[in-house]
């Protein structure tokens, strides 16, 4: 069974090590997974990370969370399948390539469609597997032959395919509408990718002259530039200020073109003058009044934001701030600006480009929400999926509820290009309308003309990556067995993006929802709650502190700090946590391994020589167990992991260990091996109940414990099932009290200035103990003589500790001089008695208590408390020795 031979290094150094056992791990093929009818799946599709990305500290927590649940199900039996893959992010990385060539002095318009892609292609290859590589650095156990690109041969089919079908539905086509564009891009983006920031900005009051007449109506807008767009101005038709303009006309300043005023509710009468400027073709809500009330509309910015051919000359590609100031000096020389007014504001940016976004009216393509959104949202209700924390549920509910029409298409060449191709010549009625289709078609089928195109845009990522739940299985077989998959793990900022959009590829086109659960990570803070990002610089790269203190160490720590549903406070140096734990748990796997190379274990003893600690250790094994699998059950992966820490670093090591050392030194060589024995067994199977948290470290003690055959792994043991016999709750009772009896006494010595070399005579006022309970107290409290009765009497010149249903004395006279002790006790009383009084009149002045900061007066107050309790304690052990 172990392997004593084994050297075992003093501390543990996970440099080495970790790259050891993952390479064991790939060339054993430990991660791979191909349908098996004979065994049951367990599958989870990686959220695919942008070619453009480098590891953050929220991959390591969502992956950590992942190769948990992949790891824990892999030892419990299950045919895993965890396929890890890339998204190829049309914006992120259309971007970086666009910088890429500009550095070099190249343009994306110039070198053309076909050659730009092939400059995309050649940055995926060199810089888009990074963040995989990164990946493994953290142990994760995807099967990495499945590894899957949102633009591979088959899952591009798979996207032009779902569009094919789709369109033919009716549930895809094209209009015009208000969008959101990133002038950066030069592209379309979803309500998702705009991000809302505060912003100090103004309210220009702008006086616009009535027509026929000498008057003025006073508009306030933020957006001065849009003025040249304007085709009305609205009052609300309740406001008595405005009555009699409704009906009447502007001549609008510099443009000189007649707008109408009019009425409508959507006005708010307290914001600026009541009045507002209507600018249909840039503002969302100025649109939804156009289109009422019949107004024109009139687009004056270029795709770059500068302003177009519809502004009069002088504003010709001018940059919309720029045209702002213009337009504002001119009202001023005009007499037409009222006033300006600070105004703080929230302003759309978009995500990527990180400019403020335009409303722009663009020809777009939209897929229809409303059939596709209905049952997503019944399947959640319905608890088919369940989120983790529930809480989300409402969220998705309420986006659902209000879903709209989802633009799908994109102004970028990199991306999957929408199938979608139009006559040239258009000869026909029939051949001005598009052709949608998933081949290139040779000619017109309406005209015979071979001048064909294929539209320009691509479709925006998601539209490509909500297939990803079935997708990346491509055949028949492997949809059937691994789908649906069973856990999603996500960020919740995705929710809508992806997790929702998902649910409706699956039901749509699989009939089947994609995954079971969905499991929504924190969001990591710093230790000032500050989220996490590189433009705060206070996110630590992950490589460094795998570095620094090992990928278990980690894992551990990121998760130990991550309760379902809330934030994690994260800081470089908590990975101690993780360092340490892993130290105790070589620590004991060190201190096992020496006694057994003195000492072999012999399966053969490991029933024999039982007694009450070997009950106590199993059962709270299997409580541990019970309580663990509870946990992970309700997806309670920091509290799983506390339960087994505690039982770690508690149970086994601090007493399990400690208990086991009297044994050791038994005089009996069969005591001896047979605890050996089991102390071996049980800690093979505590190191597998900690492998899926930290699998580098429990691989290499599991080797070390044992003879292992060729590819045999930690990974592919078989996870301690629960066994409600091996509780015991008499014992553990029993052993609750015999360590808090053993807690006492070491209290005692340590009050009391004992020298640890003097061993004590103990008198202990309680039921008669069992001899191996005395024997154990003896040992671990350095006791020669233990007296126990229920009528007892305190000894004189004794110390004492008073517990449940039991008191212990500690006869004092012969281990230290009472009287130096006297006086050392004296004079820390007095001590604390002079700073008592300083405490006290501090909080007896009325002038501190309310003007002192909070937190302050109760750290005053926590003093006084703990002070008082210290003397308690001190003026009690002065009257033991009198």
């Not at 309740?238 to 409508?264: S, T």
């Not at 549903?565 to 994260?570: H, N």
Request: a negative charge; proline letters at 5%.
């Amino acid at each position: 069974m172990e392997n004593p031979n084994q050297e075992i290094a003093k501390a543990y150094n996970p440099s080495g090590i970790e790259d050891k056992w993952y390479s064991y791990w790939l060339d054993n093929q430990v991660f791979k997974s191909v349908p098996d009818s004979n065994k049951k799946p367990y599958s989870i599709v990686i959220p695919p990370p942008n070619i453009t990305g480098m590891l953050t500290m929220g991959h390591i927590l969502n992956n950590s969370i992942q190769d948990i649940l992949i790891r824990l199900k892999r030892m419990q039996g299950y045919n895993v399948c965890w396929v890890p893959g890339t998204d190829h992010a049309s914006i992120a990385t259309e971007t970086k390539v666009i910088k890429f060539l500009s550095d070099k002095g190249i343009d994306k318009f110039t070198i053309g469609r076909e050659e730009f892609l092939k400059h995309c292609h050649e940055w995926k290859q060199k810089y888009g597997g990074i963040i995989i590589q990164q990946l493994k650095k953290l142990g994760v156990s995807c099967d990495w032959d499945r590894e899957r690109f949102t633009m591979d041969e088959h899952y591009y089919e798979k996207v032009i395919d779902a569009f094919v079908e789709l369109y033919n539905e009716g549930k895809i086509y094209k209009g015009y509408r208000l969008v959101n564009w990133c002038p950066v891009s030069k592209s379309a983006i979803s309500d998702e990718e705009v991000i809302p920031r505060p912003v100090n900005g103004s309210l220009w009051y702008m006086r616009y002259p009535i027509e026929d007449s000498t008057d003025f109506i006073i508009v306030a807008t933020t957006r001065p530039e849009t003025m040249l767009g304007d085709t009305g101005v609205a009052v609300n038709p309740n406001d008595e200020r405005y009555a009699h303009l409704i009906g009447k006309n502007v001549i609008l300043p510099i443009c000189n073109r007649k707008i109408p005023i009019f009425g409508d509710e959507y006005v708010d009468m307290t914001f600026g003058t009541g009045a507002v400027k209507v600018t249909p073709a840039h503002d969302v809500n100025d649109y939804e009044m156009g289109l009422r009330h019949n107004l024109e509309i009139i687009n004056i910015l270029n795709e770059d934001a500068t302003l177009n051919h519809n502004t009069p000359e002088e504003y010709h590609g001018l940059d919309r701030y720029e045209a702002r100031d213009k337009i504002v000096a001119r009202f001023q020389e005009n007499g037409l600006l009222e006033k300006i007014e600070a105004y703080s504001h929230n302003v759309g940016f978009s995500e990527r480009g990180g400019v403020p976004i335009e409303p722009y009216l663009s020809e777009q393509w939209y897929m229809k929400m409303d059939e596709l959104a209905a049952p997503a949202l019944q399947a959640v209700k319905d608890e088919q999926i369940r989120f983790y924390p529930s809480h989300w549920v409402k969220t998705y509910e309420h986006w659902m509820d209000g879903i709209r029409d989802w633009c799908i298409s994109r102004q970028l060449w990199w991306g999957h290009r929408i199938p979608v191709w139009y006559c040239e010549d258009r000869k026909t009625e029939a051949c001005k309308k598009p052709l949608v289709s998933k081949n290139a078609p040779a000619s017109c089928p309406h005209c015979g003309s071979t001048n064909m195109y294929q539209d320009e845009d691509v479709l925006d990522t998601w539209a490509s990556s909500w297939l990803w739940a079935h997708e990346v299985f491509p055949t028949k077989e492997e949809q059937d067995y691994y789908y649906p998959t069973d856990t999603l793990v996500t960020a919740p900022d995705i929710i809508f993006f992806w997790v929702a959009r998902m649910i409706m590829a699956g039901l749509h086109f699989k009939n089947a929802i994609p995954f079971k659960n969905v499991y929504f990570t924190s969001i990591i803070r710093d230790s000032q709650g500050r989220k996490m990002s590189k433009s705060l610089g206070n996110s630590p790269d992950p490589l460094d502190v795998i570095g620094q203190y090992g990928a278990d160490a980690l894992r551990f720590t990121v998760i130990y700090l991550a309760p379902l549903g809330q934030d994690v406070m994260f800081a470089t140096e908590k990975c101690e946590m993780g360092r340490n734990f892993a130290n105790k748990l070589w620590n004991a796997g060190r201190f096992l391994l020496m006694n057994l190379k003195e000492t072999p274990a012999d399966p053969k003893l490991a029933d024999m020589h039982i007694d009450s600690l070997d009950k106590w250790i199993e059962s709270r094994f299997h409580n541990t167990l019970r309580d663990f699998n509870t946990a992970i059950e309700r997806f309670e992966l920091n509290n799983a992991l506390k339960i087994v820490y505690s039982f770690v670093w508690n149970d086994f090591c601090d007493w399990y260990v400690e208990f086991m050392k009297v044994k050791l030194y038994a005089d009996d060589k069969e005591v001896r091996v047979a605890a050996l024995t089991r102390a071996s067994a049980m800690f093979e199977r505590l190191l597998q109940l900690v492998h899926p948290f930290m699998p580098f470290i429990t691989e290499e003690l599991w080797h070390l414990f044992g003879e292992r055959k060729a590819g045999e792994t930690i990974s592919k043991s078989v996870f301690p099932a629960f066994n409600e016999t091996k509780l015991a709750p008499e014992v553990e009772a029993a052993i609750e009290d015999l360590k808090d009896k053993i807690n006492g006494i070491r209290n005692i010595r340590g009050e009391m200035n004992l020298p640890p070399s003097k061993p004590l005579t103990l008198f202990i006022k309680s039921a008669p103990m069992g001899p191996d309970y005395i024997s154990y107290m003896k040992k671990l409290t350095r006791s020669e003589q233990i007296e126990v009765a229920p009528d007892i009497e305190k000894p004189a010149k004794s110390a004492s500790v008073v517990l449940k249903d039991c008191e212990i004395f500690v006869p004092l006279e012969g281990l230290i001089d009472l009287d130096i002790e006297k006086n050392r006790l004296q004079k820390e009383i007095d001590r604390l008695e002079g700073s008592l009084i300083g405490v006290q009149k501090k909080l007896s002045n009325e002038s501190f208590v309310q003007n002192a900061p909070a937190d302050i007066v109760e750290r005053e107050k926590q003093k006084l408390s703990d002070w008082q309790e210290k003397l308690n304690k001190l003026i009690n052990l002065l009257k033991n020795l009198q």
